[in-house]
């Protein structure tokens, strides 16, 4: 993906108009990521419209059989994403059928090996390294790591190499974008703080100010 001000907004918890209204306003943003919450209550067809003004992520968090990744995944890129989010856990092959659908459409994928919540110690963080390592070797574009764990950042950082990295739980989840742009984060993920905002736009810019600090 190209980084710009290194501003991800996840469109969580709003309307079809209020997201209408954010893919308007919210230009500096390096792309939009949308997810269940959004497509369950929309409908791709929004995904398109979104697509036609704005980069978008799809966080599908694609884990399942190969078979079932490829027809997932191409649907997200037909309907315009540039990057589509996975689950590396379900393993290699999973991982390679993703990559190789996202290569014949010329799009991204990006790997979950950590993540933001608590829970994730009880299984996730367990293998982060093995998934790290194989996310690498498969030829993934980047990885997704938790933005409120500055170390944990560092140490997948040091893991991926030159992968770009976006890192979630920033703001509402506790976690800083200067401090997860610092540890190595290429792009950090915000969206309540956003979203929800009174003024989204000023809340944005202020994000994008500290990343740039
Ligand atoms: O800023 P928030 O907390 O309102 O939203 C964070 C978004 O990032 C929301 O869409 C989550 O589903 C997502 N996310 C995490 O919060 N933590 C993770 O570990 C991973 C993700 C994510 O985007 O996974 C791809």
Excluded: W
Excluded at 21 to 27: F, I, M, N, P, V
Excluded at 47 to 59: E, H, M, T
Excluded at 148 to 163: A, Q, T, W, Y
């Amino acid at each position: 993906m190209k980084r710009g001000t290194g501003l991800i907004v996840a469109l969580d918890e709003i309307n079809v108009h209020q997201a209408i209204e954010l893919s308007r306003t919210l230009k500096m943003a390096d792309a939009l990521k949308v997810g269940y919450p959004f497509v369950l209550r929309n409908d791709m067809g929004m995904v398109r419209d979104l697509a036609s003004r704005n980069k978008v992520v799809c966080d599908f968090k694609v884990a399942d059989i190969p078979n079932t990744n490829r027809q997932i995944v191409e649907e997200a890129f037909k309907s315009g994403a540039s990057a589509v989010i996975v689950h590396a856990f379900t393993g290699r092959d999973s991982l390679k059928q993703c990559i190789k659908t996202a290569n014949d459409f010329g799009g991204e994928i990006f790997c979950i090996v950590e993540m933001s919540h608590p829970g994730s110690k009880q299984f996730m963080d367990k293998s982060t390294d093995e998934m790290a390592k194989m996310v690498v070797e498969e030829g993934a574009h980047g990885v997704i790591a938790p933005g409120n764990k500055p170390n944990r950042i560092r140490h997948i950082r040091s893991m991926v190499g030159d992968l770009q990295i976006m890192a979630p739980g920033i703001g509402k989840q506790g976690g800083n974008a200067r401090e997860a742009i610092d540890a190595g984060a290429d792009f950090v993920i915000v969206g309540r703080s956003i979203c929800q905002a009174l003024k989204p736009l000023d809340v944005a810019r202020k994000i994008v100010a500290e990343i740039g600090k």
